[in-house]
């Protein structure tokens, strides 16, 4: 298990009020939006995020000296936490620095909560030691970046969200918690969780998943006291709790019942799409609680094994709206990983739960055994970017808090691969394995198999748009795939092993994999993400 790195979060406060500084937070790097291609990426540009200042908190090596942190632990004893073992004073400077403060305008300072991170993956988790302040008087004039919030106007944000309002981050949920806003649902589970955004509670539970990732985020929503969403009376589907996809492995069902055995007995569940590490545990949910409602698209339906849900289920096409609490959801038809495959917008928090569709790291690939395709992929991608979410809840890999940035990324990169595949074509490429080996030659070998299925998908975009040349035959290419990309690509693997070992080791493994390949393809395939 690999070692988590820390960050300081600081809530700093003003005198006699309970305002606090939020600093808005920079987005990721984009290409210059005036270079070639990216005019129509010019228009999708995430809302502004404010949150409170934070930087890296590095751990003392060690043989290092202990560093007088300056942080009274102030009442909030945690024994996880020794904090002479960080460099609080170089984490400080760089947190008042964004504010543009000196630390001798600053009291002391207390820790307020120290959060461990549930493992996400496929790094090790961020673990966030918040401390608040006080100034000593609130100075005259803030930099543009900075503003003073109440917590009550950061609840606000929170949780009456408008697309393309303002948006508040999760240190801010973190420092100052709502127990209303919160559904709180696995306060009692020996499961790590995180909740963010309020009322969206994400347990990132052990699975059949592919590399780099282990977890599936099991996503869970719970009525928190308040009646039924309004008046209205179009909710497709009512409940007090909502599960979104249970597809952790064998090893922690036992957790997993206990979780369900806890939530109110009006349990709905959906499940966005039929790969194994997101239904492996239906039928646990099913035996704990025989009368909760599966909702899903029918052609996830008919890929689910009735080993796995033994009663009937409700049929999702997109729109339908979700009733849990005062919470309310509206499932979004979302095809091209799958042609069954469903996201999900919290609509009190404008948060769109994506499926595999993205994932926390890296691009996800493309089942064309199950009715994937890339066309589809594309138009729900800018469906997705239309909607204007606030943060973006994939099931593997943590919250993405720039959602026009990621999809805008994943549009990108899609296009770049799919615009090399045609010039590789035009310079003669006619087999799967021609294609896939020009395309991906930057890429490691093992990685060519998963790679093929999306070039299958674009070389049938690029077809479907009439942008193959007259000479290129889909019939030749289509009769390339299979046992004569497998046996080509095993040798080019072998090949690229230099010594005599490794050699017959990779022929080895060459020959394991292709027959892994082979028998996955008759079977349900788990989602895979390197960037592909
Ligand atoms: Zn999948």
């Not at 947190?95 to 207390?110: D, F, H, P, V």
């Amino acid at each position: 298990m690999a070692t988590p790195s820390y960050r300081l979060a600081a809530a700093v406060t003003a005198p006699s009020t309970s305002e606090f500084l939020v600093v808005r937070q920079l987005p990721p790097p984009s290409p210059p939006s005036t270079a070639p291609g990216e005019e129509e990426y010019r228009r999708y540009v995430d809302s502004d995020l404010y949150d409170l200042p934070s930087a890296p908190l590095r751990r003392l090596a060690a043989d290092e000296e202990p560093v007088p942190p300056g942080v009274a632990v102030g009442g909030v004893e945690d024994g996880r936490l020794d904090l002479s073992r960080f460099d609080f004073p170089a984490a400080l400077d760089q947190i008042l620095n964004q504010l543009g403060l000196t630390s001798a305008m600053c009291g002391e300072w207390r820790l307020l909560k120290y959060a461990e991170e549930p493992e996400f993956g496929p790094d090790a988790g961020v673990n966030t030691v918040l401390i608040v302040g006080s100034l000593e008087s609130k100075p005259e004039v803030l930099q543009d970046s900075c503003k003073w919030m109440s917590k009550e106007g950061a609840w606000k944000l929170l949780s009456g969200v408008k697309p393309g309002g303002t948006r508040i981050g999760p240190y801010v949920y973190i420092a100052f918690p709502k127990p209303e806003l919160s559904s709180n649902c696995i306060a009692a589970s020996a499961l790590a969780s995180q909740e963010y955004p309020p009322g969206l509670t994400l347990v990132p539970m052990k699975s059949r998943t592919l590399s780099p990732f282990r977890t599936t985020n099991l996503v869970v929503v719970q009525a928190n006291g308040g009646a039924c969403g309004s008046k209205r009376s179009d909710f497709f589907a009512c409940g007090d709790a909502l599960l979104i996809d249970p597809g952790c492995c064998s090893q922690v069902h036992t957790e997993l019942a206990d979780l369900v055995n806890s939530l109110p007995k009006k349990l709905v569940v959906l499940v966005t799409h039929h790969h194994n590490d997101h239904i492996d545990g239906l039928s646990v949910v099913q035996r704990c609680n025989p009368d909760a409602v599966l909702l899903t698209h029918q052609n996830t339906m008919k890929r689910i094994g009735k080993g796995n849900w033994s009663s009937g289920y409700t049929a999702v096409t997109g729109g339908e709206n979700i009733c849990i609490g005062d919470q309310e959801l509206q499932v979004v038809f979302a095809p091209g990983h799958t042609d069954g495959h469903m996201g999900v917008l919290h609509v009190n928090t404008n948060a769109l739960i994506v499926g595999d569709h993205c994932v926390g790291h890296g691009s996800a690939t493309l089942d064309s055994r199950a009715g994937g395709n890339m066309k589809d992929y594309f138009q729900t991608t800018y469906k997705f970017l239309d909607m204007s979410p606030h943060v973006l809840v994939p099931m593997h890999g943590r919250v993405n808090l720039w959602p026009k940035h990621m999809l805008c990324g994943y549009l990108r990169n899609r296009r770049a691969r799919e615009a090399s595949m045609l010039q590789s074509i035009e310079n003669g490429a006619q087999t799967l394995f021609d294609i896939v080996s020009r395309t991906y030659c930057d890429v490691d070998r093992k990685l060519w198999i998963p790679a093929s299925f999306n070039v299958r998908l674009h070389v049938e975009h690029l077809n479907s748009q009439h942008k193959l040349p007259k000479y290129f035959s889909m019939e030749k290419f289509q009769s390339s795939y299979g046992i004569h990309f497998f046996c080509r690509w095993a040798v080019a693997y072998a090949l690229s092993r230099t010594s005599p070992a490794i050699l017959a080791g990779s022929a080895l493994a060459g020959g394991l994999v292709v027959a892994y390949a082979l028998g996955r393809n008759a079977g349900n395939q788990p989602q895979d993400s390197a960037r592909r």
